[in-house]
């Protein structure tokens, strides 16, 4: 079992910024591809970026394409989503996943999840 430990969420004003952690102690955390879902109240689990094991390769969903940016310290074990010019939209429970040799997907049964981190966004 892989255990991912999500900080950094809370309350923030429409147009602040915020930085989510996700740690993988005790774990070899480079071999992981990892990714960020958000599941906002009364809706369906949505992705919203994703890091390949190397940091190579990064995307996005489009509705944070341009104000999010996913990143990795494999040397620290941990993974970052920096969240800026936030919106009401994006208030949602945020969960770091991980995945050995793929993508994480909601539909793989191989994907790691934590526990999630509240974020929200006041107008």
């Known amino acids: 079992q892989v255990r991912l430990v999500e900080t950094g969420g809370g309350l923030v004003q429409a147009g602040g910024s915020l930085r989510l952690s996700c740690a993988v102690p005790g774990r070899t955390f480079s071999i992981y591809d990892m990714a960020w879902f958000r599941q906002a109240p009364g809706k369906e689990r949505t992705f919203v970026a994703a890091i390949t094991w190397s940091g190579g390769s990064t995307s996005y969903s489009d509705s944070v394409k341009g104000r999010f940016t996913i990143s990795r310290d494999n040397a620290q074990n941990t993974m970052y989503l920096q969240m800026n010019s936030l919106k009401p939209e994006d208030t949602a429970v945020y969960y770091c996943?991980?995945?050995?040799?793929?993508?994480?997907?909601?539909?793989?049964?191989?994907?790691?999840w934590g526990q999630g981190t509240q974020v929200t966004v006041s107008s």
């Open positions: 996943t991980a995945d050995n040799g793929q993508i994480p997907s909601i539909y793989s049964s191989t994907t790691y």
